[in-house]
């Protein structure tokens, strides 16, 4: 038995991708791809929890399937796929609602409770819920192990548990996924504030730095981000956790130690090492962004047609055994 192991992660057009997404995801997927069997799959169902405007979210669907394929992601190699080409996703989760999820369980889901707090009125019952749907994106395809930025630990942890009770209450049928989280860049934090991870409804928009920024904007970004007291470069989460995050950036960018970052802005301060990160960062979108532009929509089209082929395929195979154990004919 040498099987490969598999692996599943997504992300939700909800807004436009940023350097905490590259970063704490798909820079870590692109790694995975030779080792393992990967489904990479842009969730789109997840991203109607909030309100969307209809058209932007078509056309932020597919943006996100050309982000994979510019980052780096082979279609060869891994099945890219949207969530809304595979119905067994939705039909699943109906099914772990019902049999193995307690309100109790969501209720104790952070996000949700941050999402929530101006009230709950306002609320999707869909955006409660959203941990479940995440629960059968992942048990469909029984996968092995789910790379995610750190923010998603508590959701892949109630997946394993709806899937132990699932398992208890019926018989044997999915297997339990393990979290994989990066040592550097799980959690990205915001420009402006280190208390806050970087995010597409960051205060405003200049924490964030999007991956379709314009060059100059990136630029700025940097070069205005917050810095801590004192003036050496160094690696310091309790004392410089402003200088920390944006070594952090510079070192997944170039892949040079935080120790060899320390020392070729030893003496200079701040200001220095904030150019050169804005010319690391520039660098690496400039480029990013020419291959996105050269990803046509054609392509995009076939590679979902075949990602959801053979998803499917799958997913119908692990949906069926779920039927016939709750007795659904
Ligand atoms: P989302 O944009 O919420 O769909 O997130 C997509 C993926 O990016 C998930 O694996 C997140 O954990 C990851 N992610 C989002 N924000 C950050 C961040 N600031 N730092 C690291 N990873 C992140
Ligand atoms: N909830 C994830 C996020 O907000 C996206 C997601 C949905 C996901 N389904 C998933 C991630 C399955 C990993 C596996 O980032």
């Not at 069997?37 to 405007?53: E, G, M, P, S, W």
């Not at 995010?199 to 920024?213: E, F, P, V």
């Not at 480029?287 to 499917?312: P, W, Y």
């Amino acid at each position: 038995m040498n099987q490969k192991k598999i692996i599943f992660s997504g992300i939700k057009p909800s807004g436009d991708l940023h350097l905490g997404n590259y970063l704490g995801a798909i820079s870590q997927w692109v790694e995975l791809q030779d080792k393992y069997k990967c489904l990479f799959c842009v969730v789109n169902y997840h991203a109607i929890t909030v309100r969307q405007d209809p058209a932007i979210l078509k056309q932020r669907t597919k943006d996100i399937v050309k982000i994979y394929l510019a980052s780096g992601i082979n279609s060869q190699k891994a099945n890219i796929f949207l969530q809304s080409d595979v119905y067994e996703h939705t039909e699943l989760a109906w099914i772990l609602n019902c049999t193995s999820t307690r309100m109790s369980d969501l209720n104790l889901m952070t996000q949700y409770k941050d999402k929530s707090k101006n009230g709950e009125n306002n609320v999707s019952v869909g955006l409660f819920d959203y941990p479940v749907l995440m629960a059968s994106d992942i048990l469909l395809y029984n996968t092995d192990i789910v790379p995610v930025g750190d923010d998603q630990v508590q959701h892949v942890e109630l997946c394993r548990d709806l899937a132990k009770r699932f398992n208890h209450d019926y018989a044997p049928t999915f297997k339990l996924p393990e979290v994989m989280i990066r040592k550097q860049g799980a959690r990205i934090m915001s420009l402006n504030n280190p208390d806050n991870k970087m995010s597409k409804s960051d205060d405003g928009d200049s924490g964030c730095i999007y991956l379709n920024d314009d060059l100059d904007t990136v630029r700025k970004k940097i070069m205005k981000s917050v810095t801590d007291s004192g003036n050496e470069v160094k690696y310091d989460l309790l004392e410089k956790p402003a200088v920390s995050n944006l070594m952090t950036i510079y070192h997944l960018l170039t892949g040079e130690s935080y120790k060899d970052i320390k020392n070729t802005y030893s003496g200079k301060g701040y200001g220095d090492f904030k150019k050169g990160l804005a010319d690391v960062v520039v660098k690496f979108l400039g480029e990013f962004q020419a291959k996105l532009n050269s990803i046509s929509d054609a392509q995009v089209e076939k590679v979902l047609e075949s990602g959801a082929t053979c998803a499917k395929v799958l997913a119908e195979e692990t949906l069926k055994k779920v039927k016939e154990r709750v007795g659904i004919i």
